[in-house]
């Protein structure tokens, strides 16, 4: 597993050259935002150990295989740590795919593995884990949520953007990488969050595929053409 820092807090945790977590260091030791995919217990891990801190919590932005894969393995290993992830995204872990009542309801797509592990902590938007304000992010998956750091204006998104190839929004195929668009159940909410999301200006951008992107918000607003050129503006309002 490589390692990759980008500023004075934040690690990129990459697997086959395309599956991202990360690690953010906090006074304490490290958070840790993903799991990636399963297998991986060890050399995330190994690479906390090798920068000198401990993992004193995992943090998830969603319930895709991809980014818990390994949960249930790291929870073996570190019994202890605090778990958390969106209330809403909560229900996949143990196999519940229903949708609530206001919801688009497009079947939720993508893998979504039964993990045993029970988080400690349902975040809801405006929690606070360490130093990362939990922000709302729904459309890749209903409960989508993504991460900034108020230290440095840090924003990991998970699925929510994607870099590998080119910058792209969660429902816009892109054939380096399409498995995030193929996994994306509400492809007009995913775009809603990803104008959100560019609103908030982050200073890096760094997702669950592709490399970290610093000073991003340009990159971002061209993602979003691209995106709202794919689903006009009166299929978003017809699906909403």
């Known amino acids: 597993m490589n390692s990759t820092q980008y500023g004075a807090n934040l690690f990129q945790l990459t697997r086959l050259t395309a599956f991202n977590c990360f690690l953010v260091r906090e006074s304490d030791g490290f958070t840790l935002v993903d799991t990636n995919l399963g297998g991986s217990a060890a050399g995330i891990l190994a690479a906390a150990h090798k920068l000198g801190g401990e993992i004193r919590r995992i943090t998830l932005t969603h319930a895709h295989i991809d980014h818990v894969g390994s949960l249930d393995g790291l929870h073996a290993l570190l019994p202890n740590v605090e778990v958390s992830i969106s209330r809403r995204d909560a229900r996949f872990l143990h196999g519940d795919k229903s949708l609530d009542a206001d919801e688009p309801q497009s079947k939720p797509r993508g893998g979504y593995p039964i993990c045993t592990t029970v988080p400690t902590r349902l975040l809801v938007a405006g929690d606070k884990v360490g130093s990362l304000e939990v922000i709302a992010a729904p459309g890749h998956t209903p409960g989508h949520i993504v991460f900034l750091d108020s230290r440095d204006g840090t924003l990991i998104v998970g699925d929510a953007y994607s870099t590998k190839g080119r910058v792209t929004t969660a429902g816009t195929l892109s054939l380096a990488f399409p498995f995030p668009s193929f996994g994306t159940w509400h492809p007009p909410t995913a775009l809603q969050t990803a104008r ?3 609103a908030l200006k982050p200073s890096r951008l ?14 971002m607003q061209g993602a979003i053409a691209e995106a709202a050129r794919r689903i006009p503006e009166a299929v978003i309002a017809r699906q909403a």
């Open 196 to 198: 959100n999301l560019a």
């Open 206 to 219: 760094a997702v669950g595929h592709g490399a970290v992107i610093e000073n991003p918000v340009a990159a």
